[in-house]
């Protein structure tokens, strides 16, 4: 019934033999471990070699968007307790204080309506937030333009016990137009992060019958 013949036991590795390749094969996953896993996975990179491969970038893309993804989480959940609704899908993230932004008036502001340009400048990975304080119904006419990149951004609004309220997101863009409707009393605007290699301005023109610009973040 048995066809396999026992080995013998000259043909057996060893004890010195297993342990010596069980030491390789531990010296072989950890170095892989140090040189591609932790440098492509999470972006840290002792040895340097991560980043001369292009592994290191890869981890601190991934890093950047799993802190993103939290942030998106916990302001979800402020929004969902805040409000008694479902969460949205959308929600700001927050950002460093990039070089301060400027309001233009293209035309002297009249009582029911007004036109702006404010421009802004994001150093990498830096974000800002432009907010105008609009009552229900407000429609804010808007167009922003990016120059020398791309941006992620976040459409939003709050208002007294409503911490977040969101009208659109996006990713990797170079510009939106478009018409804001206020949901209801409150401050309505945009949230920008620069994901460029480099510096970028944000141009952003509204019209509409809304009152304050201001940047909050």
Request: glycine residues 12%.
């Amino acid at each position: 019934m048995f066809n396999a013949q026992r080995p013998n036991l000259e043909d057996l590795p060893t004890s010195r033999q297993l342990i010596r390749a069980t030491l390789i094969a531990a010296a072989s996953a950890g170095a892989l471990l140090v040189v591609v896993v932790l440098p492509s996975e999470y972006g840290v990179d002792a040895t340097g070699a991560g980043r001369a491969l292009g592994l290191t970038q890869m981890g601190e893309i991934k890093m950047q968007l799993a802190d993103e993804a939290a942030r998106d989480a916990a302001v979800d959940a402020a929004a969902s307790e805040a409000t008694g609704r479902p969460a949205s899908t959308e929600a700001s993230t927050g950002g460093a204080r990039p070089a301060t932004a400027q309001a233009e008036p293209d035309t002297p502001s009249a009582a029911a309506s007004r036109n702006d340009t404010t421009r802004l400048t994001l150093a990498p990975g830096q974000g800002a937030e432009i907010k105008l304080t609009a009552t229900q119904g407000t429609r804010i006419a808007f167009d922003w333009s990016v120059e020398g990149g791309r941006v992620n951004y976040d459409t939003h609004a709050d208002a007294p016990g409503i911490s977040y309220h969101g009208y659109g997101k996006g990713r990797e863009s170079t510009g939106e137009r478009g018409e804001l409707v206020a949901a209801f009393d409150g401050s309505h605007g945009w949230f920008w992060r620069n994901r460029s290699g480099a510096p970028v301005t944000i141009t952003l023109r509204t019209q509409g019958a809304y009152g304050e610009v201001k940047r909050v973040v």
